[in-house]
């Protein structure tokens, strides 16, 4: 069974950043294309950014594109978010996924694609 921990989550003013992590307890990291989620108070959980088994492929939302960069390092069964000129609609509990793909360099974006979920860290961004 694999358990997904997330860490990193704070309190950042607009135009600061934050890196979450996401530490995966199976051996079998390597094999899971990893995703972020994030959902916001009344809103539904939306696709951030994902990442290919081998990582060289990742994509993100629009709303990130250019300041969000999704990383893993598969020695070490973690997941990264590093987020740059952060924003208040940034503000959200983040989520990190992992999903089954027989495609090494597919990344899933689609909620339903991914199989288990960390319990959530919390971004808060203050104007």
């Known amino acids: 069974q694999v358990v997904l921990v997330e860490s990193g989550g704070g309190l950042v003013q607009a135009g600061g950043s934050l890196r979450l992590s996401c530490t995966a307890s199976?051996?079998?990291?390597?094999?899971?294309?990893m995703g972020w989620f994030r959902q916001a108070p009344g809103k539904e959980r939306e696709f951030v950014a994902g990442i290919s088994w081998i990582g060289g492929e990742t994509d993100y939302t629009d709303s990130v594109k250019g300041r969000f960069t999704c990383s893993r390092e598969n020695a070490r069964n973690t997941l990264y978010l590093q987020m740059n000129s952060l924003k208040p609609e940034d503000t959200a509990v983040y989520y990190c996924?992992?999903?089954?793909?027989?495609?090494?360099?597919?990344?899933?974006?689609?909620?339903?694609?991914?199989?288990?979920w960390g319990q959530g860290t919390q971004v808060t961004v203050s104007s």
């Open positions: 199976a051996r079998t990291f390597s094999t899971w294309a």
């Open positions: 996924a992992a999903g089954h793909t027989i495609d090494l360099y597919r990344v899933l974006t689609g909620r339903h694609e991914y199989d288990k």
